[in-house]
């Protein structure tokens, strides 16, 4: 099963591990074999994680503190985006008002 990471995705990836090596070298070396983990647990279960409502052909699987979105098409994951729990969710609708009066 091939594992395809997106510009976006891997740019994240690398400046998270650039940030967390200027406090802890051992931070970063940890988060890389976190993230190397999840892409192999994605290997052999591609329909990890839960459909996101907002894009039914995006997948996303937690690997705390982080989030990965994918798809999983024709035997190949492509991981869209990764991102840090706490920051805001780009497919969340953050624009719609009608709720308020």
């Known amino acids: 099963m091939k594992v395809r990471i997106s ?3 891997a740019e ?3 400046a998270e591990r650039l940030y967390l090596r200027r406090f802890d070298r051992r931070a970063a070396s940890a988060v890389t074999r976190k993230m190397q983990d999840a892409m192999a647990l994605l290997r052999r ?3 990890a994680g839960y459909v996101l409502e907002t894009m ?3 997948r996303r699987f937690a690997v705390p ?3 990965i979105d994918y798809t999983f098409v024709d035997g190949t994951i492509s991981v869209l985006l990764v991102r840090h729990g706490r920051q ?3 497919a969340a609708d953050t624009d719609d008002v009608s709720d308020f009066e």
């Open 7 to 9: 510009p976006a995705a």
């Open 12 to 14: 994240y990836l690398e």
């Open 45 to 47: 279960f591609p329909e």
């Open 56 to 58: 039914p052909d995006v």
């Open 65 to 67: 503190p982080y989030l």
């Open 88 to 90: 805001d969710d780009p």
